[in-house]
Each structure stands twice: as structure tokens, then as C-alpha cells.
């Protein structure tokens, strides 16, 4: 217990000290945005915040997961190792991106191709770990009627679809200031409960390992959460710093993670509905463009960005999200611990 | 399950969907808010915002607490029914303010003592409540030790201290849009999960009428913050409606319950803590004035005042607030369910 809230609190100090020293050092090295010609005009004020300020959150969740890593080591199977893995691989797809836009100024970065390419390794390897690993196998919750849907074989290739969907989600819905990071902390709660109601469910049945693994992904959950809320110091808005694709793919390879972890990829779509929103935004206003020849569904896509041309401020989408996202996840956590 | 997640999910929608209607009628009968002359200059903009908005959260919560109340009827020490009578009876104190400051455009309201005089009589009795409830009497948890401190025949004047000093601090926190609304929703997620601990502890022990007790008490949270986080589309900055001192007292007479029937008020102290910090800023500042012949420690108070005019936006002083309730509420959850 003592782990866990050290976890959560001592993520939120470490960010909230790391912040005034990395932000002027970021800003000396010119990781500045350079803002999206094709977002709001509004967003030209923009220019010049440094990015990768995800890189706080990285460190913080890095550092603190390893130190308080509860007890027993357990190998190839550690989620805490599973966890860390997938989010820093994520990751480093962002940084190399975020890299080539701040030194070379180009707004591209890596080119599609070579992102996705990354990213397709990344999914597959880690649906693959999923699947072998004792305690998730091919199984998924089914939520609200408390039965388990077997993918068999088909698990890798869709959940690797699914990774690869989470990680561009989160990159995507890092649009506005402070968006990301306030659902990550709603939504981080919760996926700790659902590591929490596991472990003690394996606590009855005395599965000492299930216990410390489910136990090590709250820890790791909990520090991404309280990592998200000292970085909303900087982040909100107006923001200082943003968290870069650096920043967002990190979360969404933790988010990802923590859901296919604890079996529930399907309460993911729920609990994360604004990341799926995010994403599906972009893809429904591509067809449409293609298939009406120049005709636009939402104003913008993103679908934050429709939003705000429709005459919300940020603030008012971020704290909109932020109840949106509470709502889904505790009706969710609920349903899961009291079934 | 379905009840709690209904009683969330309802409490939401239809606060959501009585907002378009409620506010234009509040207007239309010049409930506007009279600015109070001492608030910082900046606030004079609100003139006129209806109040009494609080009235929507207070029908939709008394209104899905009797629809959905679980089951068996346990007479007089129904906690579903107590939480209701204290935060109504919070409640009535405080429309009767809002209601003579909107008729008679007089910004005082009730005289300080009228005010106080009700409120004595709700502390002690609900406190006098808690004392001969056979779930509750008078031994509070010390939060972290996992013990019990029995304060015998004192829990009724302590304890009606307490009612008398959070259903104040609601009021006093209530003074930027959106500011109380977003730390209930969070603490209030909070006191649900308290409740639903001490249910699954009730259950482990096989105390039926305790299970029913604790399952209705988390509805009741639930249905608070479900209708917070509808108010907040309405409430948050820049904010169509104000709670009003009918929705603050309500919220604290809320918390305040909640806390006192899960024998927890130890843990309001951490879970609450800016409510605590609002009142407690105001004592610290009158002292101080008195004392120094004139000088103030704050540059205004209550304490989110002094952060306004340090240079702090509304809308980053709740994201604040939110952030610090939220790192306290989920330690405190923790340490209860993993003693």
C-alpha cells in the first residue's frame, strides 16, 4: 500500500520539481513547436513551446516504477517490465520524430512509413508477449455481462491493430492544451482499480505471482497518473511546455498496455471512448472528403479541434473530456469490482 | 451494480438536459447573482449570472436516491435517508439566503446569526445521529494506522463543529466557476469508493442490513458526482449559472455525511482539503488583520482569491484544485482498501 500511494505522489513531486529546471533548458535548446500550418488559426501563438516536456512524465514512471517494483522478480512475465517496455518503445517512435522536427525544423518528422513500420513491431511483439504470457492469454473481458470472449490465434493480429490504434490515438488527441494529460489522469485511475480489483481477486485464490504482477501494473499505473497531474502544472493552459509525440505515444503505449494486461481491451473503447474519438474523427473525415469529393463532416478533425471552431474554448473541451472520460471510467470500475 | 451506475450515469444526463431549461427560467425571474463588492474587480463581469443552479444537482440527487434506493427498508437508520435530511437540510439554510439576497437584491441575505442558529441545529442533531447509529457511534478511523479513536460522548459537539465548518467551507469554496463543482466530482468518486470498501467489508462478515447501508450510501455519492459533473457543462468558465449558497451547503452537508457515516471524518480532512484550506484561510486572515492593526497574509481571501490575484486564471486555479483533490482522494481510497 505504502508502494502504491509513493508511486502516485512521488511521480506528481518529481515532475512538479523537474519542471522548472527542464522547461528553460528545453526552451535554450530551441525544442520548439513548430505549429501545424493545416490546425486553428488560433494555435499560431503557439509556435515556439517546447516539446518533448513528455519526457518528465518518462522519467518520472521509469525511475519510480523500478525503485518500488514490489518484491519478488518474476522474470519474462514481470508486468511492471511489460509495461515500462511497450510504453519507452512507443516512446522512442515520438522522440525520433519530435527530434527531427526540433533540429531540422521540418513540422513532418519521421515520415508515415517509417512510424508505422516502428509502431507495427512494437504492436505485434507485445500482442504476441500478451498472448503467451500465463496470466492474460487470448481471453478478453466482456464488459457488463461478465463473460470471456477467446480470440484464439486471431488475438495478435487484432490486437496488434489495436495498439497500433491506441498509440496514434493519444498522439492525435494531444491537440489542445492540457487535453491529454487531464483524461490520462482520469482514466489512469481507473485502470490502477481494474489492476487493483485483479490482484485482489487473485489474493482469494491465492495466486501469490498474479498478486505481485497485478500489484506492480496498479504501481505502474498510478505513477503514470500522478506523473500526468504534476505535468498539468506546466501543461494546462496556457501551456509552458507540451508533451510532444515523445509525451502522447508514451501514454498510449501505457494505456494500451495496462488494458491488454488486465484482459479488458474492450472496457479500453469505453474508458478511453475520447482517444477512439480522436482517431475515428480523423479516419470518418478522410472517407467522407474522398468520397464527396471535397465536402468536410466535421469542421476540423481531430474532433477537438471541431469543437473549438465551433466556439469552445480549450479549457471548456478539456474539462468537457475530463467528465466525459470520469463518467465511462467509474461506471466501468464499477462494474467490474461489483459484479 | 446497475443502480450505482444508473444513479451515476442518471444524475449526469439529467442534470445535462434540465440545464437548457432551468436556466433561461432562473433568469427570467431575476434570480442574477449581486456580486459581492469585496471579491476581486475582475468578477464584477458576473453581475447578473442566475444562481440557484444548484437546485438541478439537488433534485436530480434526491430524486435518484429514492428511485434507486437498493432494496430492504431499514426505518431510521437508513444512510440513504440521513445523507439525504443533512445535505437538504444544508440545503433549505441555504436557499432561504439565496432566495432573500435574489428577491430583495439585498448581497448579505440571511443575518450571520440566523444562518449559524440553523446550522446548529442540523450539526448537532445529525451529529447526536451518527452517535446512536448502531453502524456508526463513536469511534472514527485514524487514516494510515488502521486504527480506531473512540471519542465517546465527545463526538457530539466535535462532530457538529465539524458539520458546522465543512457545510461553510462548501460556501466559502464556492467563488470561481466551476471551483466547487469539479472537487466534488473528484472527492466524491472518492466517498463512493470509501462506502463501496466498507460494503465489501460488511459482505466478507455477512452483516446484510450493513451491505444494504453501505450500497445505498455509495449510490448517493454517486449520484452527487454524476450531477456535479452535469452542472459543470453549465458551470465551468466562463459559467451561465452559479450553485448558489443552496448548492454549495448542499455539497457540504453531502461531504460532510458521507464522511461521518463511513466514520472517516479523519479522512475528509486529507480528501477535502481545499475545502478545509477555504475556511481556514478566511480564520487565518481575520486573526492576522486583528492582530497586526490592519495587515493581511493573504492578498484576499478565501485562498483561491489569493491565487487569482497572484496571476493565476480561474480556470488554472480549478484544474489546481482538481489535481491536488485528486492525488489526496485516491491515497486515501488506497489506504483503506489495501490495509
Known sequence: MIRMIAALVGAWLLVLFMGPKVIPFLRKLHFGQTIYDLG????????????????????????????????????????????LAVSLLSMLVGFADDYIKAVK?????LTPWQKIAGQIVIAVAFSAYCYLHPMVGSKI?????????????????????VVLFMVNSANLQDGLDGLLSTVTSVSMTGWAAMALIMMQAANELHQAEAVTSYASAALFALAVCGAAMGFLRFNRYPAKIFLGDTGSMFIGGAVVGMAMLTRKPLYMLLMNATLVASSLSVIIQRIYFKVTHGKRIFKMS??????????????????MYACFTGILTIASVLSTWLN
Not at 501563438?45 to 514512471?61: D, E
Not at 479541434?305 to 474554448?313: C, K, Q, V
Request: charged share 10%; with cysteine; glycine share 10%.
Open 141 to 161: 473481458d466482456i464488459p457488463f455481462f461478465h463473460v470471456q470472449w477467446d480470440l484464439g490465434i486471431f488475438y495478435i493480429p487484432l490486437m496488434s491493430l
Open 302 to 319: 481531430p474532433i477537438h479541434h471541431h469543437f473549438e471552431l465551433s466556439g469552445y474554448t480549450e479549457t471548456q473541451i478539456v474539462s
Open 40 to 83: 486553428p488559426q488560433s494555435h499560431q501563438k503557439k509556435q515556439g513551446t517546447p516539446v518533448m516536456g513528455g519526457l518528465m512524465i518518462v522519467c518520472a514512471v521509469t525511475l519510480l516504477s523500478l525503485l518500488l517494483h514490489p518484491g519478488a522478480y518474476l522474470g519474462k512475465w514481470d508486468m511492471i517490465l511489460a509495461l
Open 105 to 109: 525544423k521540418r513540422h513532418e518528422g
